[in-house]
């Protein structure tokens, strides 16, 4: 590489004017002081010599060095990177070390901070051998020619990039400092020249850094070499971690109703343009053209047989459509592309949700994967047809909406007088064909009522439910199979009830004929919405005739309350509360008002009603009341708007309704940004994090190598590990190692001689208690939710009591209770049948009957413990049904924060997989789709602090906020008072130094000891005086401090309490999201540990570490006989975590880029390119999916396993 050789030393910006400044922190020094030397504004002492009140490195103003000079004092002091450069070469690194050694020990908090991030430094270059003279430049390279273009423009002018301006600048100063040294120039102008050649590298390594940055003619700093790394326009995000692709082409979308699931429409010019290359290959495989000039032309004005080719080509690939934003997997997908003469990309519009596409304009990209391989996986794993569910939930993400629901519950609603009102006995019963014949001749009509006989038994039905049940099962079912395998659905089908039918069929029947039925469900969707003439008019808005007593009515209590107040008797605060309180109940009172008067067959109420389109209380603002505003802080206006959008607003209502208005357009323009960086931090947190191995409990030790250099050798990855299988010596028939034996140094030596490729091991895995999340006293996540399809980490066991049975529970459920004694008698209703005594043991006829007789409690004696799902065994759906109708409340799990995995998770910590409902695949991104699965929904957040009103002013953080909060691990506002001790708690009055009374909170412990925490006026307490306390109980309303909770009560605690707090958030916006994902990313941000006593290992006290690196030192000192190092639990938010990643290239292409870069030259950091982001840029496969290091080593383990048969046990 071309360089320029520097007639004078500088100082590398990156080392002196970054976050951290290494110069000033190796040689203790001020950071003003090292930037006054650089820029030779002061000089620095080397050798004070026999010069009086002089000391090493200390600086002297040129005023002074003269005085001294003329003095004849004889010492040594420069200016410049030069002085440096002797004092960096004189530094003892070693000696520097012991040194610091002693002083983190010392008492000072301060010193102690310092030291640790000097003796950080130090380690760092005596372990890679580096000189801290490095941090001086005496030569710069040049970077090639093509990535600092020089591009002609026309009329002979040039166009260059900015690095060609800053290289012209040090090349200009460097080459004129050069001529002063030759020609023996005056010091003084030999110091300026050489301040400017300093000024010209700063600018060319990091003009931004610089006060004055350099301009050019417009004014517009230059960009430098940092600037070209850093930010979104920069190499690592612009160039490396994305790139610009050819076999693509973008078009608007539109509905294509009569496609597939699986299929997209793409117009042909546009797919010819795509396939040109293989069309090409095609035309001359097939004869139809000699050369590939001839191809290329008649391509280029295609002829009948270019088409018949293309077709062809077309048949059996797939194609890549990608919808921005992209903010999750589901944002692309493949399709089965299918030839149209249309212009626009056509897609089925079953897809619009998981893209969040609609037909007004919306455009997407579409991608033609190249290879074999490619092809492959995205038929196998990107396949529209594959991607019905979400990985966020488990519900289905692809399925109805809009006009196909409106359709579904047209065709199966019921008017219920008519219902009522059919005769069991008179009423003619028809066979299913019956009712089909009568239908399609008009001789039944869609809600008539009918009576029906299916598989032997009589249903009271609609002729609508007939042919909704007839034609979802089309071509799926047919003959005896029809209502046998899946049953008759005599219900009417909103959009819930549909996705609930959606989830059961394809957990019953599979992914195939689930698509199927997606299909028939939009198409009879499609039909029906047409038939029923479904429209909106002005008529259909009626205005219940109650409203204007209503209103009457709260206008005269709003008056008797301000009279009130006028009298003195109210308060403002309690006055403004009670007008509030008001008209929220009378708001109410309307809205039942509206739905009594909308008659079921209104068109408004029947969109609502189906989730079609709009909701209820738009019905209620239309017909209705608008009901109260807010005002721009958020706080409730008292002046409610009366008018009713039907009946019009006045001139004041209309601007009363303007404040929400308006800051609902601002909140939706700041949060889509807002909530774009929150998924980008968590990605970039989580994007290691990959399905490592099937068990960690159970897991395989093996050397760890980059290329063919071994990082870590398999004695290194054994020592302290504990065996999980025996391994004999083949030669002397020694047994080495016993099952459940650690492993000692010598012995892992030993195997490793032996020339073993991997071993066995076993580790002690925990796990984390879950319960229901409670939020306002109301259950807002139930315990099914969070347990269903994960492992448990010990029995989940129903312990002997006597337990209140509901003859209604699931089949799954009561089967495990039958033949058990009843505690009670069992009467009827009535009390003069007797169903059961007690004594009697509760059988199925029992039940039959109980449930007959309307019964809906039995005591059962449950005389033994039941053990519902064994430690480490999969909670199935039913299983989970069962634990929470027997009022279990907690129960343990194998969970992602407690797993023992090294680099990832296992499969068993982690549990289903949500998108498929099976297990989840070695392999499997689980952080990226926990990243995704979180940020996704952060627009559908609130982005507001809440200001409770009247004189309490109370910050509640909510919403994006409020997730952003939790995540960064910062301390909260209104933050919460939280115990520190276990007793008694009592409520106090205190005077203050002012003579003010305030409560203060006492918890006085079994010994004696009290604790006193301060509480501010108008807190409110949620635990009542006298109470019996714990540590880390929550005492007043607010947040709590996580890193606070985390020192109080450890891990557990603070896990689930970060993971019901994001819970509550995304709850109360009536987002759905399994809490795995949040685990995973809690899980990074406890990665790290602090190090109380280093013991024998190579860290030192008061070190940030990564714990898996800390745990793996502790087992080699261990098993060498040594002290293993002590440490405390850290809590990082989650952009320190991705900052303090183990990757530098992760790191780096995240953000501050040149700290990082530096950080990692200073400390000669290795990337092992284990998480995706490094993988991407070095350009090589992602270690995840198909190309999983996992997967990889199972393939080449095959060809071992004779030759360990051989030598094993």
């Not at 008002?593 to 709009?614: P, W």
């Not at 601002?666 to 931090?681: M, Q």
């Not at 979180?934 to 994006?960: C, K, M, N, S």
């Amino acid at each position: 590489m071309g360089h320029i050789e520097l007639h004078a030393p500088v100082a590398h910006i990156w080392y002196f004017r970054n976050a951290v400044n290494y110069i000033a922190l190796l040689l203790e020094m001020p950071s003003k002081a090292v930037e006054k030397v650089v820029y030779f504004g002061s000089w620095l002492v080397l050798d004070p010599g026999d010069a009086e009140g002089l000391v090493r490195k200390q600086l002297v103003t040129d005023e002074e060095f003269r005085e001294r000079k003329i003095k004849g004092e004889k010492f040594v002091a420069k200016k410049g990177a030069e002085a440096f450069l002797e004092l960096l070469k004189d530094l003892d690194l070693y000696k520097m070390r012991d040194n610091l050694l002693v002083r983190i020990k010392g008492k000072s908090r301060q010193d102690r901070a310092k030291a640790v991030k000097q003796l950080d430094v130090v380690t760092a270059l005596i372990n890679n051998s580096r000189k801290p003279t490095d941090m001086i430049m005496t030569r710069i390279p040049v970077i090639p020619p093509d990535l600092r273009p020089l591009v002609q423009l026309e009329g002979g002018r040039f166009a260059s990039d900015d690095l060609n301006e800053l290289y012209r600048r040090v090349i200009n100063r460097n080459n004129r400092l050069g001529k002063m040294l030759d020609e023996n120039a005056p010091e003084i102008l030999l110091q300026n020249e050489k301040r400017m050649l300093q000024d010209a590298v700063d600018a060319l390594l990091d003009n931004s850094k610089r006060q004055y940055p350099v301009v050019n003619a417009n004014g517009r700093p230059l960009r430098s070499l940092s600037d070209k790394l850093k930010g979104k326009e920069g190499r690592f995000r612009q160039n490396l971690l994305g790139k610009r692709v050819d076999y693509s082409g973008r078009a608007v979308i539109v509905s294509g109703p009569q496609l597939k699931i699986s299929q997209c429409g793409v117009p042909k010019e546009m797919a010819l343009e795509l396939f040109k290359p293989h069309v090409i290959y095609r035309l001359m495989r097939e004869g139809v053209v000699g050369s590939m000039k001839v191809a290329k032309d008649i391509v280029e004005k295609p002829t009948p047989e270019v088409w018949n080719i293309l077709e062809k080509v077309v048949k059996g690939n797939v194609v890549l459509l990608n919808r921005a934003p992209t903010l999750h997997r589901l944002s692309i997908q493949a399709f089965e592309p299918v030839l149209i003469d249309e212009k626009a990309i056509q897609i089925s519009p079953l897809v619009c949700t998981p893209f969040n596409a609609d037909f007004d304009g919306d455009q997407m990209a579409i991608h033609l994967p190249l290879s074999l391989a490619a092809q492959t996986e995205a038929r196998l794993l990107m396949l529209s047809s594959y991607n019905i569910f979400s990985p966020a939930s488990g519900n289905p993400m692809a399925g109805p909406v809009q006009d196909m629901v409106l359709g579904a519950y047209y065709l199966t609603y019921e008017i219920k007088d008519r219902m009522k009102a059919m005769k069991w006995n008179s009423t003619p019963v028809y066979s299913e064909q019956d009712v089909l014949y009568l239908f399609e001749s008009g001789k039944l009509r869609v809600h008539d009522p009918v009576l029906v006989r299916l598989g032997g038994m009589k249903i009271r039905t609609t002729a609508g439910r007939v042919v909704f049940n007839d034609e979802l099962r089309a071509t799926i079912f047919e003959g005896e199979a029809k209502y046998r395998d899946f049953p008759f659905q005599n219900k009417t089908m909103p959009k819930k009830e549909i996705e609930a039918m959606i989830l059961d069929f394809s957990r019953q029947f599979g992914v195939s004929k689930t698509n199927v039925l997606l299909d028939n469900i939009k198409a009879l969707g499609f039909k029906y919405a047409t038939e029923s003439g479904m429209s909106i008019g002005l008529s259909d808005m009626e205005v219940p005739p109650e409203r204007q007593r209503i209103l009457d009515d709260a206008d005269r209590t709003v008056r008797e309350i301000n009279e009130f107040y006028d009298e003195g008797l109210l308060s403002y605060n309690d006055r403004y509360l009670k007008v509030v309180q008001v008209w929220q109940e009378k708001g109410a009172e309307i809205e039942q008002a509206v739905f009594r008067n909308l008659t079921e067959e209104n068109s408004v109420r029947i969109m609502a009603d189906s989730g079609a389109r709009g909701s209820k209380k738009q019905i209620v603002q239309m017909t209705g009341i608008r009901g109260l505003m807010s005002d721009p802080t958020g706080k409730i206006i008292e002046f409610p708007i009366k008018s009713n959008l039907r009946e019009g607003l006045s001139v004041l209502e209309y601007f009363l309704s303007t404040h929400g208005t308006r800051k609902g357009q601002a909140d939706t323009a700041l949060k889509t940004s807002d909530s774009g960086y929150l998924t980008r931090r968590l990605v970039d947190v989580a994007h290691e994090l990959v399905v490592r191995e099937e068990d960690c409990t159970h897991s395989q030790a093996r050397e760890i190598k980059i290329g063919n250099l071994v990082v870590s050798s398999l004695s290194e990855e054994l020592a302290g590990k504990i065996a999980d299988e025996q391994i004999v010596n083949p030669l002397t028939g020694e047994t080495i190692i016993q099952p459940g034996e650690e492993i000692s140094w010598e012995q892992a030596k030993r195997l490793e001689a032996l020339g073993l490729k991997f071993l066995k091991i076993q580790r002690y895995v925990g796990g984390l208690t879950v319960q229901p999340v409670v939020d306002g006293g109301a259950v807002i996540v139930g315990l099914r939710e969070q347990i269903a399809g994960r492992y448990a980490a010990d029995d989940i066991v129903l312990r002997a009591s006597t337990i209140k049975v509901n003859p209604a529970w699931s089949k799954t459920t009561l089967e495990r209770i039958l033949d058990r004694p009843v505690a009670t008698d069992v009467v009827s209703a009535e009390g003069k049948k007797s169903l059961a005594e007690k004594g009697d043991l509760l059988t199925e006829k029992v039940l039959a009957a109980t449930k007959r007789a309307g019964i809906t409690s039995i005591e059962v004696v449950v005389d033994e413990d039941i053990v519902l799902v064994p430690k480490d065994g999969l909670i199935r759906d039913e299983v989970a049904i069962a634990i929470e109708q027997f009022g279990i409340t907690s129960v343990r799990l194998r969970s992602a924060i407690t797993c023992q995995s090294e680099n990832g998770v296992c499969a068993m910590c982690y549990g289903r997989d949500l998108s498929t409902g099976n297990d989840v695949q070695v392999g499997e991104a689980v952080g990226v789709i926990a990243a995704q699965s979180i940020g996704e929904p952060g627009t559908q957040l609130t982005l507001r602090t809440f200001h409770t009103g009247g004189i309490a002013v109370v910050d509640i953080t909510t919403g994006l906020p409020r997730v952003e909060e939790i995540f960064e691990g910062r301390t909260p506002k209104g933050q919460a008072v939280v115990s520190t001790v276990d007793g008694v708690l009592h409520i106090v009055d205190v005077k203050e130094k002012n003579f003010e009374e305030r409560k203060q909170i006492v918890v006085t412990t079994k010994t004696g000891v009290e604790a006193k925490f301060k509480v501010l006026p108008m807190t409110r307490f949620r635990v009542k005086d006298g109470a019996h306390v714990r540590v880390g109980d929550q005492l007043t309303e607010g947040s709590i401090d996580p890193k606070g909770l985390l020192e109080l009560v450890g891990v557990e605690e603070t896990a689930r309490y970060l993971v019901q707090e994001v819970q509550k958030v995304y709850r109360s916006q009536g987002v759905d999201i399994n809490v795995k994902h949040v685990e995973m990313i809690i899980r990074q941000m406890l990665k790290k540990v602090k190090v109380v006593d280093p013991g024998d290992t190579t860290f030192f006290t008061d070190q940030i570490v990564s714990k898996h690196e800390l745990l793996l030192q502790n087992r080699k000192v261990r098993a060498q006989g040594g002290k293993p190092a002590s440490f405390d639990l850290v809590l990082q938010g989650i952009t320190k975590s991705s900052l303090e990643t183990d990757s530098f290239l992760s790191a780096a292409s995240f953000q501050e880029t040149p700290r990082v870069l530096a950080d990692a030259a200073i400390k000669g950091k290795i990337d092992r390119l284990t998480g995706l982001k490094e993988a991407v840029i070095v350009g090589k496969s992602i270690p995840a999916g198909t190309s999983s290091p996992e997967l990889m080593f199972e393939k080449r383990k095959t060809q071992v396993e004779p030759l360990r048969e051989a030598r094993g046990s």
